[in-house]
Each structure stands twice: as C-alpha cells, then as structure tokens.
C-alpha cells in the first residue's frame, strides 16, 4: 500500500511538473496586457516570460507610453509566492518579489493577514543615472541610492513603519536656480532615518555632505488625505561646503545663526533653515 501511495505521490508531482514547464506563460500574459489596456494608454510588454515550480520570472518588463517611449523599464521581476500561503487563504503570502533595474537590485515581501498588509523593502546599489525615466525628467541626475524599511497597513488604523536612505555620489540638477550660481547639487554621501506612525511621518535624521553645502538636521509630515496638503515642518542646519559659490555662500549667510549669541560670527558658522507649509507649497521660514 505504502509503495503505491509513493508511486502515486511521485506520477503526481511529474504530471504537475510537466504541467508547469509547459504552461504557455508568455501567451497567456500577452493577452492580458492586451485585453487591460485601453485605446491610447500606456501599455506593458516584456521581453519573455517563464513559469517555475518557485515562482515566476518576467525578463526586460517595460511599460510605454503611447507614443513608444518607455516610462518604466527594468531587466527583470521576479515573483515568488508561498505555496502554503495558497493552501492557507488562497492569497500566496507571504510573496517575495524580486527586482533587478537601474543597475542594481531590489527586494520586496509582501506578508500579513486578512486585510492588513506588511512590505518590507530593500534596495541596493541603485543608480540613478542609468534610470532612463527619471533621467528624462532631470536630464545630468546621477548618483547611487539604496534603501531598507518595512511598512505595515493594517485593515483598520494608520500606517506604521521604519527604515533608512542612504546616499553616494549623488548630482541633482537645479533646473531654475535663480541667483544661486549652481547648475547642480552634489552630494557625496548622505543619510536619512525615518519612522512613521499616528498620521506623522518624522525624519530623525538628515545627513548630508558634498562640496556645495553641509545639512543635518530632522523633519516631520502630518499626513493629511492629500499627500499634497501635508504639513511640513523641516528644521535644518546649514553650513556652505569647500566649493560653494560665492552666491550660495551669500544666500547662506543670510539665514540666521544656529548660535544667535554670538557677536562676531564666522562667515562659515552654522545657519537655521525652517521649512515649512505643504509638499505643493513648501515656505522658508526666515
């Protein structure tokens, strides 16, 4: 009896193996990218598509604009479900998707139970430069940024969660600079830590260093139901870096002091910079 359970067990698993190999996966995903979307939309293609007993593998998944332009493009995603996960509530979690874009990588889990959800993220070695979407919109961005943190939305209740940002050799483009004298901010190494909970999202900690400008400092959000709408308050200390132009250097010096007791302050000594008012409408407070 035993022998013919595991004969059996064994045909099983060989019928279903084959079954895998030979589900025409590409075909099948063709056709709903084709029937989801809509007459002068973006659509999604990809390069090729296989379907494993551990998950599935989409290679070069791009999404274009109707004009043919790519708006998102990566070299591969790959999605792994939990089978107990499936036998368990019929959803595969926890589902563990993984990325490769940007020159670099990114893994994501997606966990929980019912209606509530928990992502946990982690990015490496992403750069910024060779991402063609975002270097479109800012033509000379370049630099290196990863990421870790976990967010948890939970059926009923606000979101919560943590992580970190960390940055390399980073150049963002100033498009309308004014009368700074400075076509780019560079930033050699920067760190962010952040948590969210009770609506609010708070930045304990902002670092940055590059040749331009020193910043350390910390922020909070109070989220609102338009992100836009968001209350900011940002409190920054700001001090000119080695090769700050003269006009940066000048615009810093008219923050005021960290130190306001001081009589004769140093051209370099740290100044106060306070954001505040929305994400759509941010003031600097003087």
Same mark, same amino acid.
């Given at each position: 009896m035993r022998r013919k359970l595991k004969i059996a067990t064994a045909a099983m698993g060989l019928f279903l193996l084959l079954v895998v190999l030979l589900f025409p996966t590409e075909q099948i995903l063709r056709s709903l990218s084709t029937? #989801?979307?809509?007459?002068?939309?973006?659509?999604?293609?990809?390069?090729s598509a296989r379907l494993r007993p551990w998950g599935l593998t989409i290679e070069g998944p791009t999404v274009q604009n109707p004009d043919g332009t790519e708006m998102v493009a990566i070299d591969w995603v790959r999605l792994r479900p939990s089978w107990l996960g499936f036998l368990h509530d019929g959803t595969g979690r926890p589902w563990r998707i993984g990325l490769a874009g940007c020159r670099g990588t990114a893994d994501i889990d997606l966990a929980g139970e019912g209606a509530g959800r928990i992502f946990a993220l982690e990015a490496k070695s992403i750069d910024l430069g060779s991402c063609d979407s975002l270097t479109r919109v800012l033509p000379?961005?370049?630099?290196?940024?990863?990421?870790i943190g976990h967010l948890?939305?939970?059926? %009923?209740? @606000?979101?919560?969660?943590? *992580?970190?940002?960390?940055?390399?050799? #980073? #150049?963002?483009?100033? %498009?309308?600079?004014?009368?700074?004298?400075i076509e780019a901010l560079h930033v050699d190494t920067g760190y962010a830590r952040w948590?969210?909970?009770?609506?609010?999202l708070t930045v304990s900690k902002i670092d940055l260093h590059g040749p331009d400008v020193i910043v350390s400092g910390t922020g909070t959000a109070t989220?609102?139901?338009q992100a836009a709408h968001s209350n900011l308050n940002i409190r920054l200390t700001v001090v000119p870096g080695p090769a700050a132009s003269t006009m940066l250097r000048r615009f810093i010096?008219?923050? $005021?002091l960290? @130190?306001? =007791?001081?009589?004769?302050?140093? $051209? =370099?000594? $740290?100044?106060?910079?306070?954001?505040? *008012?929305?994400p759509e409408r941010p003031q600097v407070i003087r």
């Open positions: 029937a #989801v979307t809509r007459p002068g939309g973006p659509t999604f293609i990809f390069r000379g961005l370049a630099g290196i940024i990863e990421a948890s939305i939970p059926g %009923k209740g @606000d979101p919560t969660g943590e *992580g970190t940002i960390q940055l390399r050799q #980073v #150049v963002l483009p100033i %498009k309308n600079p004014g009368n700074l004298d948590d969210m909970g009770n609506r609010r989220i609102a139901p010096e008219q923050l $005021p960290v @130190d306001d =007791d001081e009589p004769n302050p140093d $051209p =370099d000594a $740290p100044r106060l910079l306070i954001i505040r *008012g929305t």
